[in-house]
């Protein structure tokens, strides 16, 4: 195992598999830059070693990753360190550009095959980080949702893949409503490959990277070009790069109505940052609750 503070990664198999967890199992593995810087180092760890064929991407403890990192004493301090030397909305382009959107991309390129295992939550940003993958494989109490609209303000997060995932009318639905959607529901939309029992998650996305990992590294690389190229010629880098721009007119928006106070929604604005439960977007009900 390699020496990282929020990341996890260790080789199996004689090196041909690369399993990289989340570790940060007491925020539900809420994304810090650490931990986003990290796991660049450990995807190209990965990349580099020639015995690597495919790459598992899970995370430790009950959730697979509830987000970007929004209040945690180390995100906090992690904000000043790695601030922008740029003002203002110049500088949180470049900010959020590195860390949460070429990241993602770069990501996704990867010249291995890659698996997101996800058990429990996956929520906002965590969906980044599932769908940057080749695979998603899923435990039976995945739950998937983006609330960062209902919650936050946003029109969703910074790599906007949700309608290639979902399909235009499902992400409307689901980024309008903040509602999530289970693993079933995944995977009947195709975002999802596999669905495991939890207490079995572990050792069936190992033995589904195994088969992988038979195929000749040529095979395996340029069926994933074939595949993410189609969609390039269909749009999809492009699509993300302007709903990237879209994402800082509406940090924008909110740091001119608050007077640079906030970048997100504030209560005073019609956005509630009171707990409540993420519901399910049940197609018989509207989930209408008084306020």
């Given at each position: 195992m390699s020496d990282y503070r929020?990341?996890?990664?260790?080789?199996?198999?004689?090196?041909?598999?690369?399993?990289?967890?989340?570790?940060?199992?007491e925020a539900r593995n809420a994304q810090n830059i650490g931990l986003l810087r990290e796991l660049d180092e450990a995807f190209q760890q990965a990349e580099g070693d020639e015995r690597v064929r495919?790459?598992?991407?899970?995370?430790?403890?009950?959730?697979?990753?509830?987000?970007?990192?929004?209040?945690?004493?180390?995100?906090?301090?992690?904000r000043e360190r790695y601030r922008r030397p740029q003002p203002a909305a110049e500088g949180r382009w470049h900010f959020?550009?590195?860390?949460?959107?070429?990241?993602?991309?770069?990501?996704?390129?990867?010249?291995?095959?890659?698996?997101?295992?996800?058990?429990?939550?996956?929520?906002?940003?965590?969906?980044?980080?599932?769908?940057?993958?080749?695979?998603?494989?899923?435990?039976?109490?995945?739950?998937?949702?983006?609330?960062?609209?209902?919650?936050?303000?946003?029109?969703?997060?910074?790599?906007?893949?949700?309608?290639?995932?979902?399909?235009?009318?499902?992400?409307?639905?689901?980024?309008?409503?903040?509602?999530?959607?289970?693993?079933?529901?995944?995977?009947?939309?195709?975002?999802?490959?596999?669905?495991?029992?939890?207490?079995?998650?572990?050792?069936?996305?190992?033995?589904?990277?195994?088969r992988i990992a038979q195929l000749p590294t040529m095979t395996a690389l340029l069926i994933k070009q074939a595949v993410n190229q189609t969609l390039e010629m269909q749009g999809f880098y492009n699509a993300l790069k302007a709903c990237f721009n879209l994402h800082q007119l509406n940090h924008a928006h909110w740091a001119e109505l608050t007077k640079g106070q906030s970048i997100l929604g504030t209560p005073e604005f019609g956005v509630s940052r009171e707990w409540r439960p993420i519901l399910h977007a049940d197609k018989g009900a509207s989930g209408w609750q008084p306020q």
């Open positions: 929020f990341v996890r990664y260790e080789t199996l198999d004689e090196g041909s598999i690369a399993r990289i967890y989340l570790n940060r199992p495919v790459v598992i991407l899970g995370g430790l403890g009950p959730a697979f990753s509830s987000g970007h990192d929004l209040g945690t004493a180390v995100a906090r301090e992690e959020e550009w590195d860390y949460y959107f070429d990241n993602t991309r770069r990501w996704r390129d990867l010249r291995k095959i890659t698996i997101a295992q996800v058990q429990g939550y996956c929520l906002a940003a965590g969906l980044m980080l599932a769908w940057c993958c080749d695979l998603i494989v899923a435990a039976q109490d995945a739950v998937f949702a983006d609330v960062v609209g209902t919650r936050l303000g946003m029109c969703g997060v910074e790599y906007f893949a949700h309608p290639w995932e979902f399909g235009p009318r499902k992400a409307k639905e689901l980024l309008l409503l903040g509602d999530s959607i289970t693993a079933e529901e995944a995977y009947q939309l195709g975002m999802v490959n596999r669905i495991f029992p939890s207490e079995r998650l572990e050792e069936e996305t190992l033995n589904l990277a195994r």
